[in-house]
């Protein structure tokens, strides 16, 4: 990837907005469309990476709530038909999925996350959703959560999705929201900047821009923070009290988005 051009608005310059010194490396936000980029581009290889499935298995409590939640929305839009969730790690969403009656399938690049999540009996593939094996307008809903930070060329991928969704159907993103309160407190140390991992940073107006430049329209949009709990130390409970303002005010570190085709009335 170029690390001259914005891959969602074609723009060139941009300004500093972080500085990871541990790291190496900056975040910029595009002087054309606002989207936060990580500079230099990093590459990860998510096929064999080990570490990827023990985070979901050690933190699995966690991540079930968030499945819930996440499907608890998807079901105020969409309650039954072919589901497709990319990314879907060791299937947890999956697993939600199905219980709600959704006919469910994965995509996953990680080759063992994709054997557990297959042995739960799912259909879970490592292609690419560009692959003519995904038949045009195959899905009722698709599922991005916490996929679009970590691709290389959003406009593409977001192509690919249109293609293989119904013109009814709903694409469902949930992201990192850096424009939040909590983040505002932790600055660099905020877990969701994920760098060097994450290529792209969201808040609600980027997320809309990228949607909106690719023909699609946000139905509707939550914002929430869910991974702040009371503990016994003082600095967490203060983390959670403004965890949970955030929520109160709309402003909480994780978004979801549900979005549909913006010329389907
Ligand atoms: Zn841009």
């Not at 608005?9 to 989207?35: A, D, M, P, Q």
């Not at 038909?81 to 469910?104: H, N, P, Q």
């Not at 994709?114 to 009722?140: L, N």
Request: aromatic share 12%.
């Amino acid at each position: 990837m170029s690390d001259n051009i914005c891959r969602i608005c074609g723009f060139s310059e941009y300004r500093l907005y972080l500085y990871f010194r541990n790291k190496n490396r900056s975040i910029v936000i595009c002087k054309g469309c606002g989207t936060l980029r990580t500079m230099p581009y990093f590459s990860m290889d998510y096929k064999e990476q080990e570490l990827y499935c023990e985070h979901y298995i050690e933190n699995e409590k966690d991540f079930r709530s968030f499945a819930r939640n996440f499907m608890k929305v998807v079901s105020r839009h969409q309650r039954k038909g072919r589901l497709l969730d990319i990314g879907c790690a060791v299937g947890f969403m999956l697993e939600e999925a199905r219980t709600m009656g959704f006919e469910a399938k994965g995509i996953e690049l990680n080759e063992k996350a994709r054997q557990i999540a297959s042995s739960k009996g799912f259909e879970v593939t490592g292609w690419h959703i560009g692959d003519p094996a995904y038949k045009k307008s195959a899905f009722d809903v698709i599922l991005l959560n916490h996929v679009l930070e970590h691709i290389s060329e959003p406009n593409g991928f977001m192509k690919d999705i249109s293609n293989i969704l119904k013109d009814t159907g709903i694409l469902v993103i949930g992201v990192p929201n850096h424009a939040s309160l909590v983040v505002r407190l932790y600055r660099n140390r905020w877990y969701g900047w994920g760098i060097p991992e994450h290529i792209w940073h969201f808040d609600r107006k980027s997320l809309a821009y990228l949607l909106s430049r690719n023909g699609f329209r946000i139905k509707e949009l939550v914002q929430n923070s869910q991974r702040y709990n009371f503990s016994k130390s003082l600095r967490k409970n203060s983390t959670a009290i403004l965890a949970k303002i955030g929520n109160m005010v709309g402003s909480g570190d994780q978004l979801i988005a549900v979005a549909e085709k913006a010329w389907h009335e």
